[in-house]
């Protein structure tokens, strides 16, 4: 049970949603932005997350939107993670949804509150690293369009107010060889002790990965080590674990150690599905 | 009739798969108050203040109980723990405080704003550390508690229990062994996680009539208990209980009921409910036990096992509740099923400061099998033996006798060779124990036996009454708890089947209520057909009797003459010639409108027979009424580079007696099978150094999800058992007890190293390898 009386909202475009903010923040409300709800509800339920009022961006239509035009896919933030899988515009981002929670969770979980929840894994963000995709934001002066690996750094940095609305992904990345690896404490449900993303273009690897620190990242630090081509894979992945310089999580998920163990293990079969 | 062995459907079973089955969270009988706990944040502390002013001024709040040393200290063996903390707590999730208000959003609220001060104590996180010579006391006071069950504490220590087992000379047995192995193993705490977190109503009328609501396995001990602790009269204590949404022995305690009643009377005897959330759940309630176990055995080059010598100190947590009980099964049981002639066992209970521990399903079974027959294997690879012939070659067998020194025959032991011999068919057992995939993936095959009695209360007794309807159909009354395992089905079977009658004839009231309802002790211990089913035969028996004493009068004839079967009454050798039982069972009404005969109601009941306590210095005793053996297979794919794996096929060969309802015995296996997986594979509290549990969730603590399950093989031999109904052995708990260790012998194998140690991640495997990067 949710112990707070909270106040909902359920405007029906992007500027009556921001208006509205702009409105109960100003009223003392503490607003949130509310898609899938999941850790609004499971979260307020401890008192982890409070909001005197939640403004439900699902039936606004840019943040269901899923679509392409000539240049992009256009993936609004209120869709969920399994019509995501199910309608498939995005392989890799279908595959890297697919490991999240479970399939009734995803059936309430959005690619957009997935990015900006609390939870650090962030999994759905990973894709959009890979592919240098913008987000759209609303905020009280209107719509802006930021590259995501500006915006995203440990979290998506948005300011007071702001809305992420929808993800826009250049369609020649949505083609590119891919690969998406989650290991977890043990089986298949839980979250990861090690996820990674990574994609091929043209001849050069990226990786993004979640779970080895308390947030997500592109992991630009190790592609180079990744891409040294005049190396075998093992000197490859052990001159990237030496360029790593992230603090690696310990906690009853696995020990620091025995995810850098994980990751070289993941390394090896991102290298060997993706080639050098 | 043939009602015993079919697949009878469970008769909640439409309420339950509509959703329209009531719980005791869901019950709706009048206006409530509503009680939140405040729970310690950490595993050991002085408690330096409690200020509740913030919460008191909430409006609806009615009422803040702290501990006190007026409330009486509960307990089921030592009376150890107080309700709520007193001057100390002594686990993470420990009830501190408790909030009444008008509504549950009050009452967490308030709870909220009570700031308890604490002072950080050193912190006991395993039975090791709880030995220690410097360790802190947990339980100064031990030696003068009082006792209302038996135990053997030991003074100026942490152990609230010895059990010995002294079978045979054990100088002798090491003497006559040429090989031996000896290992250590250990795991922590774990939790029950069922789906229907406890939950009670408790309401003291103003005639002093104390009334309870209690999701619990054992609401006659309820009765009793409250009746000790708070000194009501047991005659105005009356609990109810309608269907428990799982169970697994963590509702077999007494906790939850004890808070409802505190909250109530603190609120003038107002009806107060408490649900506990799910991280109560976990972490409040009592829990799995945790073990370490030194396990030595030894045998000849032929492989006769010769002496096992062990030690088990179980991680009893904060307070000894039912963990003494639970130790001291493990001691009963502290070998598999084995005719072992030399055996020295000190099982004990060791207090932590850990949730406290309580039964799990499988009673200290799955525990000390873990570790023993782990052992067992290292064993058989010593003398270079296959494990299953090993464990063939030494299968405990009527005519043997146990570690407590019972002398066993056919009807108190079933046969393992059997259930050996059938596992090695599931298995395909003679391709080999191990396949290879591919160059990083083999396919292993881990296997383990089993045996469990039910140390039960020696006085433990059931009884059933039987009604009937104006159509001739019947009631049946039964203090069994339906806790999901379809028991008040397979009563109702067989009530049918010695009726012959269709069981759609016989009506069960589900819930149980204390003052309509006959007691039957408690729902734990596989026990609730065995003993309830003998009581339901004698209290068919009654209603035979007086069927047939109205039956004779109406008909002229002798009782010898008549037989009862098909909703008649009729000579048996003009079966033409009888009545209809509906026009019996109210009352015969002669034509003139004379009656005889009135209604009938049917009384039965059972007493387990020649138990006895454990001799305190040899363990000497019958400590149960038979026992059921089982095998146990378990295959994986192991990945060698990431030791990883995935649970394949996993069998389980039971010599149950009889099947009474077959596709309930596969549930009740299959569910026991996974359940020992998930403790095995993944389920562990874990603590960090102030003893908080870390995973106080099931977001991080994971119980095992479907598709995560490997292919389920379920066997049973038949060899009925002449005293139970129908034939039948208990069943509920036994498909869990080897998996724990048939899991840890088919990694071992695979990883090619010793894996002593639960969870068996894969983290566990890297480690045990060396932790190499």
Known sequence: ?276 | MNIIGKSVIRKEAFDKVTGRAKYTADELSGPSLHARIVTSPYGHARILSIDDSLAREITGVRAIIVGSHEFPLTGEEIRDRPPLAVDKVRYYGEPVALVVADRYEIAKKAAELIEVKYELLPVINSPTEALKEDAPILHPNLMSYEKIGTAYPVAHSNISNVTKIRKGNIENGWSQSEVSVEATYGFSPSSHSAMETRAATAEIKPDGYVHITTSSQAPFMVKRLMGIYFGIDIGKIIVETPLVGGAYGGKAPIQWEVLAYLASRAVGGKRVKIVYTREEDLTTAPCHVGLEALVKIGCTMEGVITAAEMVYWFDGGAYSDKAIDVSRAGGVDCIGPYNIDNVWCDSLCVYTNHPYGTPFRGFGHSEVLFAFERTMNMLAKKIGMDPLEFRKRNSILPGHTTPTQVVLNKNTVGYLPPCIDRLKDLLDWDQGEITEVDDRRIRVKGIACSWKTSTIDTDASSGVIITFNSDGSMNLMSGVVEIGTGTKTILAQILAERMKMDVEQIHVKMDVHTQTTPEHWKTVASRGVFMAGRAVLEAAEDVIRQIKDVAACVLRTSTEDLEVAFGRVFLKDEPEVGLMLKDVVYGYKFPNGNSIGGQIVGYGNYILRRMTYLDPETGAGQPGPEWTVAAHGVEVEYDKRDFTYKLVRAATVVDIGVVLNHKAALGQVMGAMSMGLAFAGRETFVFDELGRVMNPQLRTYRPIHYGENPRYLVDFVINPVENAPYGSRGVGEHGLLGMPAALANALSIAAGVELNELPLTPELIWRTKGAEL
Request: hydrophobic letters at 40%; aromatic letters at 8%.
């Open chain 1, 1 to 276: 049970m949710i112990p707070y009386d909270f106040e909902y909202y359920n405007p029906s475009s992007v500027e009556e949603a921001v208006q509205l903010f702009q409105t109960l923040h100003h009223d003392g409300k503490e607003p949130m932005y509310f898609s899938g709800g999941t850790e609004i509800i499971t979260f307020g339920r401890l008192n982890m997350v409070r909001a005197g009022a939640v403004i439900d961006i699902k039936n606004i239509p840019e943040c269901r939107a899923l679509e392409f035009n000539q240049e992009s896919l256009f993936i609004g933030a209120a869709n969920a993670l399994t019509t995501i899988e199910e309608r498939n515009p995005f392989p890799l981002l279908s595959q890297t949804v697919s490991e999240i929670a479970d399939r009734t969770a995803r059936n309430k979980i959005t690619v957009g509150g997935n990015i900006c929840g609390t939870i650090f894994y962030r999994e759905a963000v990973l894709p959009f690293l890979l592919t240098d995709s913008l987000v759209l934001v609303a905020g009280h002066r209107g719509l802006r369009s930021v590259p995501i690996n500006e915006i995203f750094q440990e979290q998506l940095l948005l300011e007071s107010g702001e809305l992420l609305v929808q993800m826009v992904t250049n369609r020649a990345y949505l083609e590119q060889p891919f690969v998406s690896i989650k290991r977890r404490r043990q089986w298949d449900t839980g979250y990861p002790l090690i996820t990674v993303a990574a994609l091929k273009v043209g001849q050069e690897i990226r990786v993004a990965i979640s779970g080895l620190t308390d947030f997500p990242f592109r992991a630009k630090q190790i592609e180079g080590a990744l891409n040294r081509r005049d190396l075998s894979d093992e000197q490859r992945i052990e001159l990237a674990l030496h360029s790593l310089d992230v603090l690696i999580l310990n906690d009853t998920e696995g020990s620091s150690q025995y995810r850098l163990f994980v990751l070289k293990n993941t390394l090896h079969d991102v290298l060997h599905e993706l080639g050098g």
